[in-house]
């Protein structure tokens, strides 16, 4: 049994042995019907301290061959699981935070993805001492080196996998190493022989371009689409009841406060930090906006861009809006540097409207596209209150239109379908598209 390879069940015990412990033991059902298949790769993203880390706790109880959990699911809905018997404990498991990785390693004074490496690899060597070499130093060669010789798989489960992407999104030479990592590790043909299941979890969806492609194998199950994964996502209506009967509370009043998603799978899914502070508390509040900041969303929602704001604030008062997010991006593109794109970017556009721009303008050398969003943004932000021309020679309905023939931002009937990538899947702005919008008061 070590920390990353094989490890133990004590996170999943320490969850049960919980005050309030709702089991959600019968995503296990769901996983093993995937194992091995091409739809093993599975990225989970949803908001902050809504169970990620738990349901990865709960798989490394289940999967891993370091430790006996049988005891622990007795009486939990996995137990009636027809292939429950067959999967448990009998999996070759690595599992790691990677937000907890990278603070291990700065405190080691070492690179993160280096020090990750290591660490595994140091683990796997006690199991393979006959297999591997110090010269083995590669995670996903190392995999396949053990599958090759022994023809045993992996079951991979990474916490907070996109850490890089929102805390290290300026340092370029790292992002581009994760990927690299990301593809050899989920993307190549060896890689198909030695992972039989791959489940990571993180706050932001995958982006539909660019880089990050390295992870288009993986079947994306978001806070806005769930699919099967929906009753997951948070507490049911169900699940609710059966707390506020326990803790003599009004259900009526919880779910006026947290019963903010609705599904095709689950119609009222409710926020599971919320509804948990409310019932240990005995009182109703906005807990969720105490468990972090969201300065970046604020900023956004700050600028009022194509009436974000308003609509927001509609929300809060009872209305409803109609929002697609199928093009959200998991971006917090920075505004600042365009003190420095700008003049040249001006001209750019300028000279391309002159000769009829069209969607041609995404495969500039220079205009990146999230440059050309942030541009947009700003001239609609900065000048979107005037009718004179701007610098550029260009009115802000012909950057709108630009905007949206670029991005895939469209509005129907008067309303805003999509905001732009600025904002993801978080708790108390979107549940689901042409559904009910999210009450809960957290916001």
């Avoid at 296990?28 to 019907?33: H, K, R, V």
């Avoid at 340092?171 to 990592?181: G, L, P, R, T, V």
């Avoid at 198909?192 to 990050?212: D, E, W």
């Avoid at 406060?257 to 926020?271: E, H, I, L, M, T």
Wanted: aromatic share 12%; glycine share 6%; hydrophobic share 35%.
């Amino acid at each position: 049994m070590g920390q990353y390879f094989n490890p133990g069940n004590i996170s999943f015990q320490s969850a049960l042995n919980s005050q309030i412990y709702v089991d959600k033991s019968g995503i296990i059902g769901f996983t093993n019907s995937v194992l091995k298949t091409e739809q093993r790769f599975m990225a989970v993203s949803r908001a902050r301290r809504f169970g990620k880390s738990m349901v990865v706790d709960l798989l490394t109880a289940y999967y891993s061959r370091g430790c006996d959990s049988r005891e622990l699911f007795n009486g939990l809905k996995a137990e009636h699981i027809n292939s429950f018997d067959a999967e448990l404990n009998k999996n070759d498991l690595i599992v790691f935070d990677m937000q907890a990785m990278c603070i291990e390693a700065r405190g080691n004074k070492q690179e993160p993805l280096a020090f990750l490496q290591s660490e595994i690899i140091m683990e796997l060597r006690k199991e393979f001492s006959d297999i591997l070499t110090d010269e083995d130093i590669f995670l996903p060669s190392v995999l396949a080196k053990i599958n090759d010789v022994t023809s045993r798989q992996f079951i991979i489960l990474i916490d907070e996998w996109d850490c890089f992407f929102r805390e290290e999104k300026e340092n370029s030479k790292i992002i581009e190493e994760y990927i690299a990592f990301l593809r050899a590790l989920f993307k190549n043909s060896k890689s198909k022989k030695f992972i039989k299941l791959a489940y990571i979890t993180g706050i932001l969806p995958i982006k539909k371009y660019g880089t990050q492609s390295a992870l288009n194998n993986f079947k994306e199950y978001t806070m806005v689409s769930p699919g099967p994964l929906a009753e997951y996502t948070g507490f049911t209506e169900e699940e609710v009841k059966a707390l506020c009967e326990r803790y003599n509370m009004d259900f009526e009043e919880a779910k006026n406060w947290y019963d903010g998603y609705s599904f095709v799978g689950a119609k009222s899914v409710y926020n599971p930090n919320s509804v948990v502070d409310a019932m240990f508390n005995h009182e109703y509040g906005s807990y969720w906006t105490r468990t972090d900041t969201y300065k970046v969303l604020s900023e956004y929602i700050g600028m009022n861009i194509d009436g974000l704001r308003d609509d927001i604030i509609s929300m809060l008062d009872g209305n409803a809006c109609n929002i697609e997010p199928e093009f959200f991006q998991n971006d917090f593109f920075p505004f600042t540097h365009l003190r420095f794109h700008r003049p040249l970017i001006q001209m750019i556009i300028a000279q391309q409207m002159k000769d009829g721009m069209n969607d041609q303008i995404a495969d500039f050398p220079i205009l990146t596209m999230p440059e050309f969003q942030s541009l947009c943004f700003y001239m609609i932000q900065r000048n979107g209150h005037v009718a004179q021309r701007n610098q550029a020679g260009l009115r802000i309905g012909q950057f709108r239109r630009i905007f949206r023939e670029n991005t895939g931002c469209q509005r129907k009937h008067g309303k805003r379908k999509n905001i732009c990538g600025l904002v993801n899947s978080s708790p108390g702005l979107v549940d689901c598209p042409d559904r009910k919008i999210i009450r809960d008061k957290n916001i």
